[in-house]
């Protein structure tokens, strides 16, 4: 039988039937949360998600606290950016000029062969920490946007190429027609996936919050740490590196 109901409608049923799945998966994972700190029983492993939820509330509203994590975004955003905008580049002038793509090759190789964990004790000793969050952004971002560009380049159907050889379109409508809708399913994959990659890379720009974070964690967490059975250690900047016996 046809359904004769209005259009908008159903968008919107279908919407909240979206909305209402999400909402469920979302209580699945925080009950599954709950369970697993209950289970430890411990929050400096598992914390609850109240006492998560409190001690976000907690930090926001504290000046270090945003001031830190703007710094970290800054830094984030202008690795992701430079290694965008390079890879981008140097991408098409691969797919141009063949030899530029066999002189890239090793290096591309290397960057996709060494763990990150690696680059980021080298960097950290060369040239410290404050920069660090850009150079590692950097190596995450370059050689996969790089490589998943060069392979949407290739991928460009030839006979529309040829088409537009023939009619002499101009290189801006061959973007467009062309290149755009084969460079999208490999470029807006890798973009996603990569996003949340660099979002776990933290500023390692010296910052008082930092040091500071550990002493009012009880007051953060709402925990006594005085009745802790475990050790915590501390380095020689007075921070916490979470050394549980």
Known sequence: MADFRNP??????????IYVKKFIILLFWLGVWQILAMCVDNFLLVVTPLQALRALLTLAGQVEFWRSAFDSLWRIAFGFLLGAVLALLLAAISYRYPLAEEVLRPFMVFCKA???????????????????AVAICFLVVFPNIYLNTLEGLKSADRGLLEMAEVFRLPLGTQFFYIYRPALKPFFAQRVSAISGNVLEVRSGGGSDWHSQSFHRWSTVSGE????????????S??????CIF
Request: hydrophobic share 45%; aromatic share 8%; with cysteine.
């Open 114 to 132: 060494v763990p990150v964990a690696v680059f980021a004790v080298l960097l950290l000793i060369w040239w410290g920490s404050s920069m660090l």
């Open 224 to 235: 006594d740490l005085s009745g802790y059975g475990g050790s915590v250690c501390l380095d």
């Open 8 to 17: 908008i409608s159903i968008m919107m049923q279908n919407k909240g039937k």
């Open 237 to 242: 900047g007075d921070r916490s590196t979470q």
